[in-house]
């Protein structure tokens, strides 16, 4: 696996934005769809293009169009949602898996609830979206379904990620390859990247509990 840290003064000066406790839930949506934006665009760097012909307005011109596998983007629901038009905006044609992954609040292993995969995945391409990769479980678990559903082209685009949850993606699954706006320091005793952002499925859906 590589981990592409993405270095754009945009992308450095939204997140600094969004690490802002008292942000507006309005401005921390349209950061994270701002961000990725930016990481969809170095993502999609390596995409294929091939040579077609249109008819334009002197006759007839050669363009290029993208060749190759099409796109499924894959958000981890909830906090992934966050993320979807965000890709959407720059491949609006992608047709999108939704997988549901909660992590336990006391183990921090993820599980399950919802796998709703498009079809044809062994001639897919699949980006997966999460804000945060953190003890990489959430990550290696949506990697394995793909797998198992028969993809074998994956990626990953996330806003921050920890050193322990890339540690584990690369062993897991050294072929997979990881965007990320920013590699931060690492995981506090609950879990929570530091840094971060805090509880970004909170930040984007405005459910953050009131401290007794
Ligand atoms: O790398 P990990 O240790 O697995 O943690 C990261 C996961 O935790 C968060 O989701 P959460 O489980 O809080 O669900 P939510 O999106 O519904 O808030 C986040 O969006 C990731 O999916
Ligand atoms: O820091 C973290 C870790 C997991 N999930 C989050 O939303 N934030
Ligand atoms: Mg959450």
């Known amino acids: 696996m590589a981990i592409y840290e993405i270095q754009h003064p945009l992308i450095k000066h939204k997140m600094g934005l969004m690490r802002k406790a008292d942000l507006s839930t309005k401005s921390f949506r349209e950061l994270a769809r701002e961000v990725t934006n930016l990481l969809t665009y170095e993502a999609t760097k390596d995409f294929e293009l091939e040579h077609s012909s249109v008819d334009g307005w002197c006759g007839r011109v050669v363009v290029q169009k993208i060749a ?19 890709v959407l905006d720059l ?101 929570y990247i530091i840094p971060g952002l805090g509880d970004a499925g909170d930040r984007l859906f405005g459910t953050k509990q009131k401290e007794e």
């Open 68 to 86: 190759g596998k099409k796109v499924t983007v894959v958000p981890i629901l909830r906090a992934g949602i966050g993320m979807l038009e965000g």
């Open 91 to 191: 491949i609006p044609g992608a047709k999108v898996s939704a997988v549901g992954i909660a992590r336990n609040e006391e183990t921090l292993e993820a599980g399950t609830y919802l796998e709703k995969l498009v079809g044809d995945l062994d001639q897919r391409m699949a980006m997966i979206i999460d804000p945060m990769l953190a003890t990489g479980g959430s990550l290696v678990a949506t990697i394995d379904m793909l797998k198992r559903a028969g993809c074998k082209d994956i990626r990953a685009l996330t806003l921050v990620s920890a050193p322990e949850g890339i540690a584990r993606v690369t062993n897991t699954h050294p072929d997979v390859d990881v965007y990320t706006a920013s590699i931060d320091q690492g995981l506090n005793e609950d879990g």
